[in-house]
């Protein structure tokens, strides 16, 4: 199975704040690879697909980057909207896997 | 508006089955594969298994294999979980998920399955 290690697991930030999240996989997975956003009580939202594609809807604040086993997600701009908890996930190879997640908290 | 409404969870014995459903509207059901995905009290997002449009191919995280059953009714636009003999690991918020282009692209909301004696 392949493995992602998100970091870091959480984060403090202020509105307006540029942040970024880091996912490693355990081998390399080519661009086989999207972020998810998560709210308590939400249902979770994709945010980008194939590595660096944002997904429809999106604010274009987020970002992603990276191939083979580094990615990373950015968000320019931090929002209050955006204090969640972020998963990255691998689509190369089932079973699917997610990171652990990054919690984004209010500093 | 595409929409996921999952059904089903509640509170069962170790060893005990329940069936989740998730009804799907707002897009062609038929023509996409679908998953479930569950998040553990204080854990991550864990896939658990999926299905391709046509039903067949069903995937299985392997603590689940031989327990838990995927299944679709494309008549009725619904997603179905058969769970046998849970665990309190299974205890989790159970998400319906639809595949498509190598991502989950739209969530329900979730329904909890609480596994306790």
């Known amino acids: 199975d392949i493995q992602l290690t998100q970091s870091p697991s959480s984060l403090s930030a202020s509105v307006g704040d540029r942040v970024t999240i880091a996912c490693r996989a355990s081998d390399t997975i080519n661009d086989y690879l999207n972020w998810y956003q998560y709210t308590p009580g939400r249902a979770p939202k994709l945010l980008i697909f194939a590595a660096s594609n944002l997904q429809g809807g999106v604010p274009s604040r987020f970002s992603g980057s990276g191939s083979g086993t580094d990615f990373a997600l950015t968000i320019s701009g931090l929002q209050p909207e955006d204090f969640a908890t972020y998963y990255c996930q691998q689509s190369l190879s089932v079973p699917w896997t997610f990171g652990q997640g990054t919690k984004v908290e209010i500093k | 508006e595409v929409q996921l409404e999952e059904s089903g969870g509640g509170v069962v014995r170790p060893g005990g089955s329940l069936r989740l459903s998730c009804a799907a509207s707002?897009?062609?059901?038929?023509?996409?594969?679908m998953s479930w995905v569950r998040q553990a009290p204080g854990r991550g997002l864990e896939w658990v298994s999926g299905?391709?449009?046509?039903?067949?191919?069903?995937g299985y995280l392997d603590s689940v294999k031989g327990r838990f059953t995927i299944s679709r009714d494309n008549a009725k636009k619904s997603l179905y979980l058969q769970m046998n003999i849970v665990r309190a690991e299974d205890t989790a918020l159970y998400y319906c998920?639809?595949?498509?282009?190598?991502?989950?692209?739209?969530w329900g909301q979730g329904t909890l399955v609480t596994v306790s004696s």
């Open positions: 998920a639809r595949w498509h282009r190598n991502t989950f692209d739209f």
């Open positions: 707002g897009f062609t059901f038929e023509e996409y594969g």
């Open positions: 299905i391709s449009k046509y039903g067949g191919g069903g």
